[in-house]
């Protein structure tokens, strides 16, 4: 009498595999989209975030150095801005699709005096490929925040 030995198979099957990949890539068709989406936004996050601590910081330079500082929106390039005391300062380049809308300040620059006041209260308005955030920064107390929508006059 012959035995025969028991075969095992381990793995899986062309097909198998195949359809896998096909479920896959369905998959992926929906969820990259809404990936990009979701990095576009982080960008814009963290432009906004950055733009409010640099606020910030300009103000305790002001009042720690008794100077004024200046903060420069460039709106002509839409993707830059300057702070600067009286002599020099550092620019600053938004992340790429990120960009400004608008801001009211006079001259597209807020100040900063040594008291720690700002010149007047405004908002930045920052554009990402889907969806606007909104730096407002409050007059007197110079208090910064981040909205997604545009205070009310």
């Known amino acids: 009498m012959i035995k025969s030995i028991p075969s095992k198979s381990y793995g899986f099957t062309l097909i198998e595999l195949i359809v896998v990949i096909g ?3 369905i998959l992926a068709t929906f969820a990259i989209p809404k990936f990009e989406t979701t990095v576009d936004n982080f960008k814009l996050s963290i432009a906004c975030e950055q733009i409010a601590r640099h ?3 300009a103000r305790e330079r002001a009042v720690s150095e ?3 500082i200046r903060i420069v929106f460039d709106l002509d390039s839409k993707n830059s801005y300057q702070v600067l005391n ?5 620019k600053y380049t938004l992340p790429s699709g990120i960009t400004f809308c608008y801001t009211n300040f ?3 620059t807020v100040e900063f005096y040594p008291s720690g006041v700002p010149s007047q209260g405004g908002t930045i308005a920052i554009k990402g490929k889907s969806k606007t955030l909104y730096v407002i920064v409050t007059p007197v ?3 910064v925040r981040i909205s997604d929508s545009p205070p009310a006059n």
């Open 23 to 25: 479920i896959i890539g």
């Open 55 to 57: 606020i910030l910081i």
């Open 66 to 68: 008794s100077k004024t």
């Open 86 to 90: 009286s002599i020099q300062g550092i």
């Open 106 to 108: 006079p001259s597209n």
């Open 141 to 143: 107390t110079a208090r």
